[in-house]
């Protein structure tokens, strides 16, 4: 039974994912994309990986569809057309030629992954010494500690980016307003938005809580922080702040500088990174949220773009 | 089996109809006004019916009460969602300035 | 009780299958929308199948994140397509 539930989800992620390609429309195309995530979602949960089923639910599905629907309708509203133009078959080959290269480069990686693989238990020996029980959480702050501190500057510096095509009256401004110019649409998504807010922020504390022993951690978390964030500037619940308001600027470093301020601690300790004995969970716990935190408001800005002039911003109600 | 498993067993089989019903409405009914019935509906009724098969499964009240939450916002969302795709098909169909 | 939870988390997928083909066809944008929209609550009820199946109470979570997130496609959209000031009359609103 669970071959042929398996047999069928790898059927519809392939036709979600031609689809997704072959669409005219392009949001018909995102949409497919959207439902691609979803059951991706559902295969890493079919996988046994539920800590990759929920960032991928929450980050596939949610927060990117919600970035491409904006992305459609800011292009559309520059007078860019948003359809394919026909490509010539010497470039459709060379895409296939790459595509099908990475293909098999990534099998022939997963297929390398021997199934005796000691990695696992290797882990399962460590963790103890953590107090914490999700090995994932283990890797990502303990044992390969160093790349999730490069990823959370990664995630800054992409935020940095955005904000850097600022136009020179744009900054520092607000971003444009994401509100819902249909006013009774506008009422029913502020009101849907007052609850769900809050109700996002109940769940990314308890996903960071529940992700030192059971799936859940700062990404998932942060994701689903920015969900939340996002319906709530689109139902104009909330206005978005101005690249220069310290507060925000405090909430987007938190998270990095605490876990680069903790690592460095470390050094104090004889190694960048190590954990003082018996502080461990405490200090994992303590990055996490940090990171949370900073990953929810990092994301949430980067679908709302960069700053504009404030005439820009005025229609729209915040 | 027993009485429960008979019960679970009933419940899904609804629930999946339901869903089915809710598919089946956004496949054949005539315009996006009447999809939305489907949809907001039907699904949500479905999904009601799915939840309370597998919170009688678990039989714990902590599980059963996040399998409540998990369905009191779905039909949350599908009640907040409905009104603005109503409104949207309806500015669709009725292109006033 | 395992091979019944399979089999109705298989149905819901299938299900899932059928609202795609109305992705598919359209005929309008919001069609395409309501799709993915039921795409997500057939999600929420695999996931809720799939984790009774397995005898998984983590997978609960995932429901809950996707329940949350659910209405953000939907909103978006709404966004994107309400006419606004800025924007130029006549533009494509679809």
Redesign the interface.
Same mark, same amino acid.
């Given at each position: 039974m669970s071959l042929v539930f398996d047999l069928v989800l790898c059927l519809m992620i392939l036709g979600t994912a031609a689809a997704s390609l072959l669409m005219r429309s392009a949001l018909g195309g995102i949409v497919f994309f959207i439902a691609f995530g979803n059951l991706l979602g559902i295969a890493w949960l079919s996988l046994g990986a539920v800590n990759v089923a929920l960032a991928e639910i929450a980050i596939g599905a949610g927060v990117t569809g919600i970035l491409l629907i904006l992305a459609h309708a800011r292009l559309s509203a520059m007078g860019d057309p948003v359809e394919c133009e026909p490509t010539s078959p010497w470039m459709r080959a060379a895409v296939a030629v790459i595509c099908g290269g990475l293909i098999v480069l990534l099998s022939v990686a997963v297929l390398s992954i021997s199934p005796t693989d000691r990695m696992g238990a290797q882990i399962a020996t460590l963790m103890p010494a953590l107090g914490i029980e999700n090995p994932v959480t283990g890797v990502l702050l303990a044992f390969r500690a160093y790349d999730t501190l490069l990823e959370t500057f990664v995630l800054l510096g992409a935020l940095v980016a955005v904000w850097a095509i600022a136009p020179p009256r744009g900054w520092p401004q607000r971003p444009a307003s994401l509100a819902i110019a249909t006013p009774v649409s506008l009422t029913v998504i502020g009101t849907f938005s007052r609850v769900l807010l809050p109700a996002s922020l109940v769940m990314a504390a308890y996903l960071v809580w529940t992700g030192s022993d059971l799936p859940g951690g700062a990404f998932q978390g942060g994701t689903v922080l920015a969900g939340g964030i996002l319906v709530a500037a689109l139902g104009g619940a909330i206005a978005l702040p101005r690249a220069d308001d310290m507060r925000l600027r405090s909430v987007l470093v938190l998270g990095p500088a605490m876990f680069l301020g903790i690592g460095l601690g470390g050094i104090a300790l004889g190694r960048f990174l190590s954990y003082p004995v018996g502080l461990e969970k405490a200090l994992i716990v303590a990055i996490e949220y940090a990171l949370a935190l900073s990953i929810g408001a990092t994301l949430a800005l980067l679908v709302a773009g960069k700053p504009v002039p404030p005439a820009a911003v005025q229609e729209g109600g915040d | 089996m027993t009485g429960l498993e008979y019960a679970i067993a009933g419940l899904l089989f609804m629930g999946v109809f339901f869903y089915a019903a809710g598919s089946l409405g956004l496949l054949r009914f005539p315009d996006s006004a009447s999809r939305l019935h489907a949809l907001t509906k039907a699904d949500n009724v479905g999904l009601g019916l799915v939840a309370l098969a597998v919170a009688l499964h678990w039989g714990s009240v902590a599980v059963a009460a996040k399998i409540a939450i998990v369905w009191l916002f779905a039909i949350f969302t599908a009640g907040a969602t409905a009104q603005v795709l109503g409104q949207s098909s309806k500015d669709e169909t009725d292109p006033r300035p | 009780?395992?091979?019944?939870?399979?089999?109705?988390?298989?149905?819901?997928?299938?299900?899932?299958?059928?609202?795609?083909?109305?992705?598919?066809k359209?005929p309008?944008?919001?069609?395409?929308?309501?799709?993915?929209?039921?795409?997500?609550?057939?999600?929420?009820?695999?996931?809720?199948?799939?984790?009774?199946?397995?005898g !998984?109470?983590?997978?609960? !979570?995932?429901?809950?994140? *996707?329940?949350?997130?659910?209405?953000?496609?939907?909103? *978006?959209?709404?966004?994107?397509?309400?006419?606004?000031?800025?924007?130029?009359d006549g533009?494509?609103r679809?």
């Open positions: - | - | 009780m395992t091979g019944l939870f399979y089999a109705a988390a298989m149905a819901l997928l299938v299900t899932v299958a059928l609202a795609l083909v109305r992705a598919w359209g309008g944008t919001i069609d395409r929308i309501m799709a993915a929209q039921l795409v997500g609550t057939g999600v929420i009820g695999v996931a809720l199948t799939l984790g009774a199946a397995r !998984d109470a983590t997978m609960l !979570d995932a429901a809950l994140v *996707a329940t949350l997130l659910a209405a953000l496609a939907v909103a *978006a959209f709404v966004a994107s397509r309400a006419p606004r000031g800025a924007r130029k533009e494509d679809s």
